[in-house]
C-alpha cells in the first residue's frame, strides 16, 4: 500500500455468505453489501447494516461500524458508516479493490463522501497477495 500511495484499501462483499474480499480480509462469513476498509496503519472498518439477529462484535485489528438496515441515504449500501470512520484521516489516495464486486450506491456513496480523494484500483495489488502458496515440502 505505502509504495503505491494508498491510505485506504476498499471492498465490498456481495456474494451473500461466500463474502469475496471482505471475507478474505476478515475471516467473517459476511452479508451482502458489507463494505470493509482497510487503513494503511490501525483498524479495519466492517461496515455492515446490522441485522438483530446477529450483530457484528468488534474483534482484535476489527472495528465495527453500521446501523439498522437500509437507514442510509443510499439505500442498499453501508458505505456511509464506512465513509465517517475513513474521513477523520483526509484520505489523498484510496484504492478499490474488485470494482467487479462494488455496487454503483456503494460507488457513488463513497466518491461523493470522500471528495477530494483520488480512487484508484488496487485489486492486482490484493489479488497478487490472496494467489501467494507455499511450497509444499
Request: net charge positive.
Amino acid at each position: 500500500m505505502e509504495k503505491k500511495g494508498l491510505e485506504w484499501i476498499v471492498c465490498e462483499g456481495t456474494f451473500g455468505r461466500l463474502g469475496g474480499y471482505p471475507r478474505w480480509f476478515t475471516g467473517r462469513i459476511t452479508g451482502y453489501n458489507t463494505i470493509i476498509a482497510f487503513p494503511i496503519e490501525g483498524d479495519l472498518i466492517y461496515a455492515s447494516h446490522v441485522g438483530g439477529h446477529h450483530p457484528p462484535e468488534d474483534s482484535p485489528g476489527v472495528k465495527n461500524v453500521g446501523g439498522p438496515i437500509c437507514q442510509t441515504y443510499y439505500a442498499n449500501t453501508a458505505a456511509p458508516w464506512a465513509i465517517d470512520a475513513i474521513k477523520r484521516r483526509k484520505p489523498a489516495k484510496i484504492g478499490i479493490a474488485g470494482y467487479g464486486t462494488l455496487s454503483t450506491a456503494s460507488f457513488l456513496a463513497l466518491t461523493k463522501g470522500l471528495r477530494g480523494s483520488e480512487f484508484v484500483d488496487a485489486t492486482d495489488l490484493v489479488d497478487g497477495i490472496k494467489a501467494v502458496k507455499v511450497k509444499r515440502r
